[in-house]
């Protein structure tokens, strides 16, 4: 077994402002936050989970998925024997693999109906149906015998895409297909099948000036050595609850070198969160040392060109190795001002509060923004974060 890297096909980033620009991204955002505090499960059955009763429904409200995120991620994945391609939402966060949201299902040789009912209740979107097993086709040597796919008969919440690749840990699956305890993801099934030889995932990005292009790549079962620099570090996920329930670190973070404005402590890596959010403190104390105001249009921090020219390095440390995260990286891509609703002109930082004090347990969420300047894996195996420093760590690009 060796691990694969898919080529070829990559995947697209989307950003999800609408209609509202930053507020409502700056909204989304806190409000994902605010979920994760409560250690709310990354998804929750709905009440009406076919004939499962095994597990306690918390909710639409208590959900955290890519229905919650200011960021997306798509990909074509190919269903049945011929396969038809569907755009998927890749998820870290969300493990169930479904499609039919816009185009339908074609049962081929292969699909064979389970029987079961799975249904599934979003933070702003739903989706129930019956579940398949089919052959899912992710690369030309990523072929997965007899995964458990959803076939929505109804979805709500994901116009433009067909449905969900959910690559996050098995165990949230519980709850959503009735007669079933759970339901091997496409890693896990990869996997067990013997295609790859660690349970884990890599993510690379390239920062983009602009809005749902291809810039990202994902490595089933180990890493792509070309997609980062020096050494991968890894650390174990944190036990600091409710930090630990997610793809939760322990990091502490310093502007410049000589200004620590939050101390060792925990929170999370998160690809569906679009900024960078630090506990209320943590927050303050950047805004007094860059010196930046809240832009009432965009509610984000706006800096003058001065300013940015003395803007210090965020340094943050995470399992004794210093990550430096640079002025550049520190600002919203010009380019893509207009999407916020912004002034093309001027400098938004996406450093914002998270609306908690220090000390709950997740004073902190790394976003896209910090994610697309590093290579990040996501090794359920060994419960542990892997991160390293990438070609586009220090550009300039923004």
């Keep these: 077994m060796s691990h694969v890297v898919i080529r070829g096909i990559p995947f697209a980033t989307r950003l999800r402002v609408a209609k509202g620009g930053a507020k409502e991204l700056l909204e989304r955002d806190r409000a994902r936050a605010q979920k994760f505090l409560a250690g709310k499960s990354h998804h929750a059955p709905s009440a009406t989970v076919g004939e499962y009763s095994g597990s306690s429904n918390t909710g639409a409200n208590s959900s955290i998925d890519v229905t919650d ?3 997306t991620y798509t990909m074509q994945v190919g269903v049945g024997n011929p396969a038809t391609q569907y755009t998927l939402l890749i998820d870290t966060g969300e ?3 479904w499609v039919g949201a816009n185009l339908p299902y074609n049962p081929t040789s292969s699909s064979r109906d389970t ?4 249904n599934v209740s979003y933070g702003s979107g739903t989706m129930s149906g019956e579940e398949y097993t089919d052959t899912v086709t992710l690369g030309s ?4 015998q007899n995964q458990g796919v959803g076939v929505a008969s109804s979805a709500q919440g994901f116009q433009g ?3 969900i690749l959910g690559v996050g840990p098995v165990d949230l699956t519980q709850g959503t297909v009735s007669n079933t305890t759970d339901v091997p993801t496409v890693t896990d099934n990869l996997y067990a099948q013997g295609i790859i030889s660690s349970n884990l995932l890599g993510v690379s990005y390239e920062p983009s000036s602009s809005a749902d292009v291809p810039n990202g790549e994902l490595t089933f079962g180990g890493t792509d050595t070309t997609k980062y620099t020096g050494t991968l570090n890894t650390v174990p996920l944190t036990t600091t609850s409710p930090a630990s329930r997610y793809w939760g670190i322990d990091q502490s973070v310093s502007y410049g070198t000589n200004n620590t404005i939050l101390n060792t402590t925990a929170g999370i890596v998160d690809t569906g969160t679009t900024l960078l959010l630090l ?3 943590a927050f303050q104390a950047y805004q007094q040392a860059t010196g930046a ?8 921090l706006t800096i003058t060109p001065q300013q940015y020219a003395n803007l210090q390095s965020l340094y943050f440390k995470i399992g004794g190795v210093t990550y430096d995260f640079t002025p550049n990286a520190q600002i919203w891509p010009r380019s893509l001002n207009s999407i916020l609703g912004g002034d093309p002109s001027k400098i938004y930082l996406i450093v914002s509060d998270l609306g908690s004090s220090f000390g709950t347990g997740l004073d902190f969420i790394n976003g896209f923004g910090w994610l697309q300047r590093f290579y990040t894996v996501y090794d359920t195996g060994n419960r542990q974060l892997g991160v390293a420093t990438t070609a586009y760590t220090d550009a300039d690009t923004n």
Excluded: K, P, R
Aim: hydrophobic residues 30%.
């Design 279 to 281: 506990a209320t403190e």
């Design 69 to 71: 995120s200011g960021v």
């Design 95 to 97: 493990s169930n693999t």
């Design 161 to 163: 895409v067909d449905g």
């Design 141 to 144: 040597n990523l072929v997965i």
């Design 115 to 118: 029987g079961n009912t799975i």
């Design 293 to 300: 105001v809240q832009d009432q249009t965009t509610g984000l």
